[in-house]
């Protein structure tokens, strides 16, 4: 017999501003003890010294966790001008200072211009990407560096907001996988001085942006409904996706996990509603005119 599950039975999305100085997952797990969720996870880390945007999906939320680790992200971040560090951002021992050549408008746009559109990454070594199963950052800090392989990724805006003689504040909108530390130190290597992330904040990940996000402040002081209505649709974070409607007959039988006949669209994965517009699960197109379940809701 299968052991019941702790906690509530809650599902939706909770758009919490993390804030400075926590893990990603320390703040997910402060989340779902506030809910008493039986089962909680984020879209998505942010470093300790990031805040910003982190999506919390409860309950059934959590099967279309995925898509949103998927979509697009914008930050904002400020670049500090003459010092690399061992992470890329202030939390790290100095490599090295040098000194910044004198900077105006004109010189920084021509630099950033070949950091926009596709361009090609190395991941760092502070990271929690993972070599024979052990996260990099665990090996960098025993001193030890492994060889990583360059990834494409896409800069849709790189945007010059200020500037002073030693940093750069910057808006970035990138593909998934995109580390803005490595495009700040990268930047900070075309200019010939070196630089390092000072300040991280995610304002969106696609297609939430932070008007409903929530500071963890507010979030522990709220208790029961006023606590769940902070919650968003689970099908809020799918609104990319075409939809289709199912009749009672069909929607019975994509519950049980069969194939429909149907007319779809021409996407690579579809949102799926009953008659009465209840948010059923995501399929995709199977052959001609055959609707196949992906990631099905069951709602207790």
């Not at 690399?84 to 900077?103: C, F, I, M």
């Amino acid at each position: 017999m299968a052991r019941r599950r702790k906690g509530r039975a809650i599902s939706g999305i909770l758009l919490l501003d993390k804030p400075l100085g926590i893990s990603s997952n320390r703040a997910l797990q402060n989340a779902k003890h506030q809910y008493q969720a039986q089962k909680a996870g984020h879209t998505g880390s942010l470093d300790p010294l990031a805040t910003g945007m982190l999506p919390i999906c409860f309950g059934e939320a959590t099967k279309i966790s995925s898509f949103l680790l998927d979509s697009d992200k914008t930050y904002l971040t400020t670049a500090t001008l003459g010092k690399t560090t061992t992470t890329g951002d202030a939390e790290g021992e100095v490599l090295a200072e040098k000194a910044v050549p004198p900077l105006d408008e004109a010189k920084i746009e021509s630099i950033l211009s070949h950091y926009r559109g596709s361009i090609t990454q190395i991941p760092p070594m502070y990271s929690a990407l993972k070599h024979q199963g052990k996260p990099l950052y665990e090996l960098a800090r025993q001193g030890i560096e492994i060889e990583r392989k360059q990834r494409h990724v896409t800069i849709h805006q790189l945007e010059l907001l200020s500037f002073t003689d030693t940093t750069l504040e910057l808006k970035v909108e990138c593909s998934k996988g995109t580390y803005i530390r490595t495009l700040v130190e990268d930047i900070g290597n075309s200019l010939g001085c070196g630089a390092f992330v000072s300040m991280l904040h995610r304002t969106q990940v696609n297609p939430f942006d932070n008007k409903d996000m929530i500071s963890w402040d507010a979030v522990e002081t709220l208790e029961g409904n006023d606590l769940d209505n902070l919650l968003l649709p689970i099908d809020s974070g799918l609104s990319q996706f075409p939809e289709i409607t199912l009749d009672d007959k069909q929607s019975v039988a994509l519950l049980h996990g069969q194939a429909i006949q149907i007319a779809v669209p021409d996407a690579s994965y579809i949102r799926i509603y009953n008659q009465k517009r209840v948010f059923l699960g995501m399929g995709i197109p199977d052959g001609d005119n055959v609707l196949k379940p992906k990631r099905i809701m069951q709602y207790q």
